[in-house]
């Protein structure tokens, strides 16, 4: 072998070590952001997979009619509830202030009643005032 060819010599930093880790554990702290494909990032979490959002309450829009002698009352707004029961505990609350309300003013509502109607304009549950007034008399 001709003794003018020379061997490359090895790469080396300031520091004598080569640029590649000896060991894959030596790059730990240094990982890549797998969402964004970046550049290493000191203490991020890269094994970890995304956290899912917290399921959300499907709402449904009610409306809550009001029924008197004299005809219906529309609610053209209506309201969004997670569901029947929370519906039915707000239509309660209704009743029981509409009830306040009559007593203040010397008004029998005791026929009346909210009819609780879904999207679809179906009756999905009716509040007499009069079952509000007979459990107020029983508590």
Known sequence: MPSDIKKPAARLN??????????PSQRDDLKRRDDEGGPPCSGYPSHKPPQAPEPRAETALYYFNLRTEDGLVDDPEGEKY??????????????????????????????????????????????AFSQVLDRKAND
């Open 14 to 23: 300031p520091f004598g070590m080569s640029k590649a880790p000896k060991h």
């Open 82 to 127: 997670p569901d029947l029961q929370a519906a039915r505990d707000a239509a309660m609350a209704k009743v029981r202030g509409m009830i306040t309300e009559g007593d203040q003013i010397g008004e029998n509502r005791r026929s009346w009643c909210v009819e609780v109607m879904d999207k679809a304009n179906q009756t999905v549950l009716t509040v």
